[in-house]
């Protein structure tokens, strides 16, 4: 018996729905939708981590500022932090630094010399007694040693955000779905964020 239009309307409908049910099933027992969740975890904590290292290289010109009007400080610490710092504000940092383990290498390497070079500047700060009273200066420390306790947490959030990424893209069956969005491993920190906090200086 043939089938009304209606009838063969309705049936393809019928075949449509269940078509869409199932990919969607798939797309849910795959991990489809754990991956984008994960990948977006990643992409935020990456952006914080980002914020707070541009407000550590923003407080810098106004420290460099201050140290210049300390009688004889030291030319060659000041000079160090200010190469740093160029470099780092010199560095080309975009989403992509997340999933390519060289850029995020140079970028984490550039803002370790930055560290250094602050690290120095605070400790031979020690020998001039009167920018260690100044008010802009204890000013500016403070504010610093701030950004480094919000820096180090930030990467500490950045690399749990990672290392659950990576389970998910590594773990079956949601590495189907990573596959099916062309996510892959990612890298992350090396080093330790306490490795690059420059020393408390007791003013």
């Not at 075949?15 to 797309?27: D, E, F, K, P, Q």
Request: proline content about 4%; glycine content about 6%; aromatic content about 6%.
């Amino acid at each position: 018996m043939a089938q009304s239009p209606a009838t063969r309307g309705l049936s393809r409908i019928a075949v449509r729905l269940l078509t869409g049910i199932l990919l969607a099933s798939s797309l849910f027992a795959c991990g489809y939708n754990e991956v984008v969740e994960r990948d977006e975890d990643v992409k935020a904590s990456w952006s914080e981590v980002q914020n707070q290292y541009k407000r550590r290289a923003d407080l810098v010109p106004n420290l460099v500022k201050v140290v210049q009007g300390a009688a004889n400080f030291e030319r060659d610490t000041l000079q160090r932090v200010v190469e740093a710092r160029a470099s780092v504000a010199s560095m080309k940092v975009d989403a992509s630094v997340v999933d390519d383990p060289e850029k995020l290498k140079a970028f984490e390497q550039a803002q370790a010399n930055l560290s250094g070079a602050l690290s120095r500047l605070l400790v031979v700060s020690e020998n001039y007694p009167d920018l260690k009273a100044s008010a802009g200066f204890r000013d500016l420390q403070a504010q610093l040693e701030g950004t480094e306790n919000r820096i180090a947490v930030a990467r500490g959030r950045y690399i749990e955000s990672v290392a659950e990424y990576n389970k998910v893209v590594l773990r079956f069956p949601s590495s189907l779905g990573a596959s099916m969005r062309g996510k892959h491993e990612r890298p992350t920190f090396t080093g330790s964020a306490a490795d690059e906090k420059p020393p408390e200086i007791k003013l």
